[in-house]
């Protein structure tokens, strides 16, 4: 699975950017699809995970930091998730990458076997 993040950029405090990260492969529906953050001198972080899509459709599990402003969701005709971030915060500022993992979401870097290139998204105060 090869993954391209975009959709980052520049936005004031309080605006909204939606990012997008396209897989490739036919299995796309089957893994679990995950958004981490890397803020300037700091460790990668949780964001949001949604889980493969079985008969009951997709769960979707947030960083305590995101809930209430951030939204995963996914589009598997499009083989792409994406990450809708409103109501952002100067402390939001990290490069985005989005990861795939054939087992269950999880808010571990260790657990995901693919990883896209990274997005920067820079919230100004």
């Known amino acids: 699975v090869q993954l391209q993040a975009s959709g980052g950029g520049l936005v004031q405090a309080g605006g909204s950017l939606r990012l997008s990260c396209a897989a490739s492969?036919?299995?796309?529906?089957?893994?679990?699809m995950s958004w981490f953050r890397q803020p300037p001198g700091k460790e990668r972080e949780f964001v949001a995970a949604?889980?493969?899509?079985?008969?009951?459709?997709?769960?979707?599990y947030y960083g305590d930091s995101v809930k209430g402003r951030f939204t995963i969701s996914r589009d598997n005709a499009k083989n792409t998730v994406y990450l809708q971030m409103n109501s952002l915060k100067p402390e939001d500022t990290a490069v985005y990458y989005c990861?795939?993992?054939?087992?269950?979401?999880?808010?571990?870097?260790?657990?995901?076997?693919?990883w896209g290139q990274g997005t920067l998204v820079t919230v100004s105060s």
């Open positions: 990861a795939a993992s054939p087992t269950a979401p999880s808010r571990f870097t260790n657990l995901y076997d693919y």
């Open positions: 492969g036919p299995t796309f529906s089957r893994y679990a």
């Open positions: 949604i889980s493969w899509s079985g008969t009951s459709g997709s769960s979707t």
